[in-house]
């Protein structure tokens, strides 16, 4: 059902609750709100529904950090993009929201406004949130937006998700996550982590919340190169119409006639028990409601989570340059010459994090790392597209699909895949900061978390986190991931509501 919170209500909230969660980062005035949207469109679906933004997407009205010190007091001149057609639609922009620094996170611990904190136990009965070993994240990088949906701060809000940080966030909160296909919404105005990945996402209570949203806000956009144009576009929702037409649905609930693939490469060893029994319950369920469940592999799924560290880095460090002190951001005062502000503004600028990444990145494009492993890391992502390709009933529209690409004999095939969204339900706070060991193994370890959202990102697919069930020990939520082929983002939304 569609969300009826009103921006006051949410507003109030804000003010009782953000000390304790640490949702929001900014927060919009009052007059603000009370004032008449500027450029109000003739239509407008999102009437007055209270909306938060991550922090890396532009607003003229409130600051723009990415939760880092490089960008403490920025103000963009424009909004971006998706923030014009929420307006114009009516929405009202409540705050905009806590992430890990420029994204770079599972856990949204490492922000320079301080770690987001999971709302789950506090909603019910305000338990203290102050002892980091029973504390539980709230996920990252889109931790502010999950925790603002979860507690009821904002109907909608949105995400960005490069490898995950949408999705995951969703699950350790148990709200809904969906990351739409890559360049099916503007990314103008978006900060960018590693632009082949970055999409803009969205989450909410329900799929209805979050679809409202979307169809305001999934539009061509001249000023991104890599929105979809306008007549593949439209290609796709013939397609999609026509998939709808051929299946017969009846009831609301009923699934006969959808084939779901469960790959079973997401089987994997650091998967909790609590998750596969969910996932398990997960697939009965669907099977309970008509649903065909179809076994299926994805052979190349192990290489995703390296292909994605090195993919994401090496792009991350270049989009990070611009970072240089001179045009906007931190401008180092201690700088001794003129030379150094470059290198001083960016020491002091950028947290421990961000600094691992970009010297990772930088390292993987450099020559000899860039054979060994920048380009297997490319054709590792290539491997990946084509295994999805192998088992999704509908084409891609971006690549041929003739048995020479597909590699010969084609496998069963399925409309959507269903896996989990994490492999575990959120850790504690404590668990997730990274430990003091000289070889920073904490820091890599906490990389496995991707290890379920990271495959659809490469092959640009759009994939959401519905909640699905509880965990038995800690009562924490978890999440499962439905995948679906590249551009079937409303046959998705469609499909997931009927399950949720
Ligand atoms: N956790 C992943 C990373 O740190 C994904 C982040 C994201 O999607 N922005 O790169």
Redesign the pocket.
């Known amino acids: 059902s569609l969300s009826t919170l009103t921006w006051t209500d949410c507003l109030d909230r804000i003010y009782a609750h953000n000390d304790k969660i640490n949702a929001f980062v900014s927060i919009q005035d009052k007059a603000v709100l009370d004032s008449p949207n500027k450029q109000l469109g003739e239509d407008t679906p999102l009437n007055n529904m209270p909306i938060a933004v991550k922090d890396n997407f532009c607003t003229s009205t409130l600051p723009t950090t990415c939760g880092s010190n490089m960008l403490k007091d920025f103000m963009s001149p424009y909004d971006a993009t998706v923030v014009d057609l929420m307006s114009q639609a009516g929405a009202k922009l409540i705050g905009k929201t806590n992430m890990?620094e420029f994204?770079?996170?599972?856990a949204n611990i490492y922000s320079d406004s301080g770690a987001v904190k999971n709302p789950w136990d506090y909603k019910s009965n305000h338990t203290a949130l102050d002892d980091p070993s029973l504390v539980r994240v709230a996920g990252?990088?889109?931790g502010g937006s999950a925790a603002a949906v979860a507690m009821n701060m904002c109907s909608v809000a949105l995400g960005?998700?490069?490898?995950?940080?949408?999705r995951?966030p969703a699950a350790y909160c148990g709200v809904v996550g969906f990351k739409p296909s890559y360049g099916q919404i503007s990314r103008t105005g978006l900060v960018a982590?590693?632009n082949s990945?970055?999409t803009v996402g969205l989450l909410g209570q329900s799929v209805q919340d979050i679809s409202t949203v979307y169809n305001v806000i999934s539009r061509y956009d001249e000023k991104d190169p890599t929105s979809i144009p306008v007549d593949l576009r439209t290609k796709i929702v013939d397609q999609e119409n026509e998939l709808f037409q051929n299946w017969q649905v009846s009831a609301s609930g009923d699934l006969s006639g959808l084939r779901v693939g469960i790959p079973n490469e997401y089987y994997v060893d650091q998967l909790s028990s609590e998750v596969l029994d969910t996932w398990r319950n997960g697939i009965q369920s669907l099977r309970d409601r008509g649903a065909s469940i179809v076994p299926v592999s994805l052979l190349h799924t192990k290489y995703a989570l390296p292909a994605?560290?090195i993919i994401?880095?090496a792009e991350a460090s270049s989009n990070l340059a611009r970072f240089d002190g001179v045009r906007y951001g931190h401008h180092s005062q201690n700088a001794s010459g003129t030379d150094l502000i470059y290198a001083d503004t960016r020491a002091e600028g950028f947290g421990s994090e961000v600094q691992r990444?970009i010297l990772l990145g930088t390292h993987v494009l450099t020559a000899g790392t860039y054979e060994s492993h920048f380009l297997p890391a490319q054709q590792a992502r290539r491997m990946i597209v084509n295994d999805f390709n192998k088992v999704f009933l509908p084409k891609n529209n971006l690549i041929r699909n003739d048995t020479a690409t597909l590699g010969g004999d084609v496998p069963q095939q399925v409309h959507v895949l269903l896996t989990p969204s994490s492999i575990s339900t959120a850790p504690t706070l404590q668990d997730s900061l990274p430990t003091q060991s000289k070889d920073n193994h904490g820091v890599v370890d906490a990389?496995v978390?991707?290890v379920m959202?990271?495959p659809a990102?490469l092959a640009g697919l759009p994939a959401i986190t519905i909640p699905f069930g509880r965990s038995a020990t800690n009562g924490y939520p978890i999440g499962l991931q439905l995948i679906g082929q590249y551009g079937y983002d409303r046959f998705l939304l469609d499909i997931s509501a009927r399950i949720e």
Do not use: K
């Not at 960005?160 to 949408?166: K, R």
């Open positions: 890990d994204g770079m996170g599972s990252g990088s889109s960005s998700d490069t490898g995950g940080s949408v995951l982590y590693a990945l970055d994605y560290y994401a880095l990444r990389y978390n991707d959202t990271v990102s």
